[in-house]
């Protein structure tokens, strides 16, 4: 019972309340079975855990029942019986009371993981281990640490510690922090309690500036190679395999003269290590034994899983950091992982990538700023729950209503929703529901008039995507070219609601934007009208004009210059939107001002708390 109550007060130290109304349909991620024992709920009186491994059964299954005040979870291993803890965490209201279920559940992909970028911005241990926290209460059991990128390599060195010297950092990046051997294996440690694994990545021989900067020379050179190969040693001695199974090597973005050669040389210092690599694809030529991390969408587009010739990680679904938490979180959820319903010997599972290129100098923002946790749980759900091909065109783009993909999503937006408000209470969650939200979309050939009878489609959403929505209906996009859209609006009383609007979503990887508007005016010369009256910001803007750069920033002085609130529409001020009683309309002009801009229509009626908190308004309707 102690060790049992052990387990359980893991995953309730990170949550500010339970569930007020406990119930089995508002899991998240959904198991593979729910059988309801009765319609009431009991209160709580006694825990029995036990590990049972039984032949065939997936290594992560665990059985759940709760009946007559009494819970039992019968687990395949430690990991299957902390997820079985995380579902009764779940279920369990703020008076300790459960509904009576029996659940068998096990996940349909082996690696179900986030990763952080902790080499261009630094992360305090605190803030990973309150990360982990998360991906634990939700079933993920890799973190995939990204411990070296151009500004720092963020691993204690012995043998050369100028590595760790400020002096070859670049200002402003959290110059001279590291994680010492220590504190690396305290984070293991620390996972591992919780079932989750790290895979530390090292990058080579790419997004190594630092490298060049300390020691002159470039990590594939000869001499470059003498000095990370004792590097690497030094890693393993300190780091033991059965704490650190796999080491990402990185290996893309970078040319070099001898890429295969340089790419054995990794992967045999690796194995000899007994570890197993990973590297990014696309990226330098691995072989046939190093899994293939795929981050780049098109690949994934196309991936006959089947035909593919090594072991995989999908990481093509998106990263955070780019896109708005809104468009991601409805992505992420109509996924359908590695292109199959559940793993194959090569379709390994999914890992989630938050990038900050962009300089972070308030960290309490960074997960607002980039949809995370709603976008961590809709991802959970997806990789647990296994994979459903919804068959559609872009899946930025939200499905009509009469599809079984809008469906499940509104579902899901619900589920989500009651663990928003319950739950995740300690975190800014910047997302409310919206799939239902429906637009009809025109582009005029005269500019400043909607013509309905130009009307090219429907979209559903609060937040459209404008490239997408172009790409599947065959628009060619032109610079300076207008988007119009239109809904309708109800409700029962003269009101005054609030909305996110906004008309960009920048990347936080990079700094290509139309900035913040002018004072008074939206960014981007987007425009709005509620019932044929134009609505302007609600907030004076603090830098208005500022951060309009029309080219990309990577590795140049505006990607050291940190987001805020203001740049991000919905992290701002809501706009005061004034309706009367029945229906009114909303009109929306979205530019599209040059070519490679995050082009997006985003309106999202919102309400918030006493304590700054979103929600939806209950009662207004669309069409």
């Not at 920033?553 to 992290?571: I, S, V």
Request: with cysteine.
């Amino acid at each position: 019972m102690k060790k049992t109550l052990a387990i359980i007060s893991l995953l309730v130290c990170m949550f500010a309340s339970a569930y007020a109304n406990p119930t089995a349909q508002n899991l998240i991620p959904q198991p593979k079975q729910i059988k309801y024992l009765s319609k009431k709920t009991v209160k709580l009186k006694s825990v029995d855990i036990k590990i049972i491994p039984t032949d065939g059964a997936p290594s992560e299954q665990y059985t759940l029942t709760t009946k007559r005040g009494k819970a039992i979870i019968i687990a395949q291993s430690k990991q299957a019986e902390i997820w079985g803890a995380a579902t009764l965490r779940q279920l369990t209201d703020k008076e300790g009371r459960v509904p009576e279920v029996e659940i068998i559940d096990y996940p349909s992909f082996p690696i179900r993981g986030f990763m952080h970028d902790t080499g261009r911005n630094f992360r305090e241990i605190e803030l990973l281990k309150r990360d982990i926290d998360l991906m634990s209460a939700y079933k993920l059991n890799v973190f995939h640490w990204h411990l070296t990128d151009n500004p720092a390599w963020r691993i204690e060195s012995h043998a050369y510690p100028e590595l760790n010297d400020a002096k070859y950092h670049p200002k402003g990046r959290d110059e001279g922090k590291f994680y010492t051997y220590d504190q690396i294996r305290e984070l293991i440690a620390y996972a591992k309690e919780r079932g989750v694994m790290i895979i530390p990545e090292i990058d080579m021989p790419g997004h190594s500036q630092y490298f060049n900067r300390t020691f002159g020379c470039g990590m594939a050179t000869p001499r470059g190679m003498e000095i990370l190969e004792v590097c690497l040693k030094e890693f393993f001695k300190e780091i033991p395999q059965q704490d650190c199974p796999y080491l990402h090597i990185g290996s893309d973005e970078v040319k070099v003269d001898d890429p295969k050669g340089f790419m054995s040389f990794c992967e045999k210092i690796v194995r000899d290590h007994q570890r197993i690599p990973i590297a990014w694809n696309p990226g330098l030529p691995p072989d046939d034994g190093t899994i293939g991390q795929i981050w780049y969408a098109s690949i994934g587009d196309t991936l006959d899983v089947k035909s593919h010739p090594r072991k995989f990680i999908d990481s093509y679904m998106g990263y955070l950091n780019n896109g708005c938490p809104m468009v991601n979180t409805s992505r992420y959820f109509l996924h359908n992982p590695c292109n199959t319903e559940s793993s194959t010997d090569n379709a390994l599972g999914g890992i989630l990538c938050l990038w900050n290129d962009v300089n972070v100098d308030d960290h309490s923002k960074l997960l607002p700023h980039n949809g995370m946790p709603e976008g961590l749980l809709a991802f959970a759900e997806r990789f647990w729950v296994g994979g459903k091909d919804y068959g559609l065109s872009s899946e930025t783009m939200i499905p009509s209503p009469q599809s079984q993909a809008h469906k499940d999503l509104v579902e899901f937006e619900k589920r989500l929703s009651y663990h928003r408000d319950n739950l995740l209470t300690d975190y800014n969650v910047r997302w409310v529901a919206n799939a239902s939200i429906k637009w009809q979309v025109t582009f005029p050939s005269i500019g400043g008039v909607l013509h309905d009878e130009m009307q090219v489609a429907n979209a559903w959403g609060g937040v459209i995507d404008m490239h997408a929505f172009c790409k599947k209906y065959g628009i060619t996009p032109v610079p300076k070219m207008n988007a119009w859209l239109k809904t309708e609006i109800y409700v029962e009383r003269d009101t005054t609601i609030m909305a996110l609007v906004g008309f960009e979503s920048p990347s936080r990887a990079n700094r290509i934007s139309d900035g913040i508007g002018p004072q008074g005016k939206w960014e981007s010369q987007g425009r709005v009208w509620i019932n044929g009256k134009e609505i302007f910001p609600s907030q004076q803007w603090n830098e208005p004009g500022k951060y309009r750069y029309h080219y990309n920033t990577w590795h140049k002085a505006p990607n050291e210059l940190p987001y805020t609130d203001e740049q991000l529409f919905w992290m701002r001020e809501p706009a005061h939107i004034p309706l009367r009683a029945g229906w009114n309309s909303v009109v929306m002009c979205a530019p599209r001002l040059f070519n490679i801009n995050n082009w997006i229509a985003a309106f999202i009626p919102v309400s918030i708390d006493s304590n700054g908190k979103l929600h939806e308004i209950e009662g207004i309707k669309f069409r």
